[in-house]
C-alpha cells in the first residue's frame, strides 16, 4: 500500500494508531504495520496526544 506525499491519515489509521500503542507498539512499528513513515506517528502524537493519551477518534475530529 503506497500512499500520496501530504495525505492526511485517514480515521481507521487512527483508531489502529490508538490500539496499537494501547499493544505497546512502538513508533517505527507502527509506521511500518500501517504503511506510513514512523515520523508521521510522532507528529501524530505530538498533535493530538492528552493528559488521557493518545485517542484516535478525538484526533480525527479535532479539526487538525
Known amino acids: 500500500m503506497s500512499r500520496r506525499i ?7 489509521e487512527r483508531c ?3 490500539v496499537l500503542l ?4 512502538s513508533c517505527r512499528g507502527i509506521g511500518k504495520l500501517i504503511g506510513v513513515s514512523h515520523s508521521t506517528i510522532v507528529k501524530e502524537l505530538k498533535r493530538n496526544r ?5 485517542i484516535g477518534t478525538t484526533a480525527q ?3 487538525d
Open 6 to 12: 501530504g495525505s492526511h491519515l485517514t480515521y481507521e
Open 16 to 18: 489502529q494508531i490508538s
Open 22 to 25: 494501547k499493544r505497546g507498539e
Open 50 to 54: 492528552s493528559e488521557q493519551g493518545y
Open 61 to 63: 475530529f479535532s479539526g
